[in-house]
């Protein structure tokens, strides 16, 4: 790859932009429902994924690409496609609180992660990953924490949407337990990539969507992170953890979740 990675990058610079435009919170106006009263849209998320689409289709014309909003546009047979989360987060975007994100990532024809950028518009970071060569925050180099257990360190999730997921409640027992401090935030691109960054020691989502989860998936694994499995299928559990507490958190895994 040669201009993937630096068209991903630009286009994530400009959409942290459009995210950050002000907007005011009790105007609720642009927020439409979709499947359910949980599940909404607003402008930002269809102009933010009708331009990248645009930009997208114009510089890789063979590639594919799955977005959010918009739906799978088939490519050239072979060829790899892209996928799009304009705004992963909405809800808290639609509500003034600060934690949400861009993600763009590329796919090999099999589903394999080759590229992952997210970016976080309201600190202002981005963090890229390419097969093979590394994560980066900012352009500098970064690597999961080294810590050896899971206890005092924080452990990062999310919630189907409204709903808790098969096993959570169970698995948020067992890490309190272990004195363990969890956090559910909001965003899953957000959330996957602290794991990179060596912020959260762990972080696991009930149900894996490329859209969203392939582009931190890469990030987290090519910072060094251990993922179980390593290429999820769609809709089925995902684990991320520091090498140091995979097997730790991989025991307790398989205790609550995949039991």
């Not at 642009?30 to 909404?40: F, H, Q, S």
């Amino acid at each position: 790859m040669d201009r993937e990675p630096a068209v991903a990058t630009e286009l994530a610079e400009w959409a942290s932009e459009r995210i950050r435009r002000p907007r005011a919170t009790d105007d609720v106006s642009d927020v439409r429902e979709k499947a359910t009263p949980a599940d909404i849209v607003t402008d930002t998320d269809e102009a933010v994924e009708a331009h990248v689409r645009a930009v997208l289709r114009r510089e890789f014309p063979e590639y594919g690409i799955e977005g959010e909003e918009y739906g799978v546009h088939e490519g050239t047979k072979g060829a790899p496609h892209w996928v799009i989360d304009p705004v992963d987060g909405t809800t808290n975007y639609a509500h003034g609180i600060g934690w949400c994100s861009f993600s763009l990532g590329l796919a090999s024809p099999q589903g394999v992660p080759l590229l992952g950028v997210v970016a976080d518009p309201w600190r202002r970071e981005i963090f890229t990953a390419t097969r093979g060569g590394g994560a980066h925050l900012n352009g500098r180099p970064i690597r999961a924490a080294a810590h050896d257990t899971l206890t005092g360190h924080v452990f990062m999730t999310e919630w189907a949407a409204h709903a808790h997921w098969p096993g959570l409640d169970d698995l948020l027992r067992e890490l309190s337990s272990r004195h363990c401090t969890v956090r559910v935030m909001g965003s899953t691109a957000l959330s996957l990539v602290q794991v990179a960054a060596g912020r959260a020691t762990a972080a696991a989502i009930g149900e894996f969507h490329p859209v969203d989860a392939l582009p931190p998936l890469l990030i987290a694994t090519e910072a060094g992170a251990v993922a179980i499995p390593e290429l999820p299928a769609y809709d089925t559990p995902l684990l991320l953890a520091a090498p140091g507490v995979a097997d730790e958190a991989t025991a307790l895994w398989r205790e609550t979740v995949l039991r």
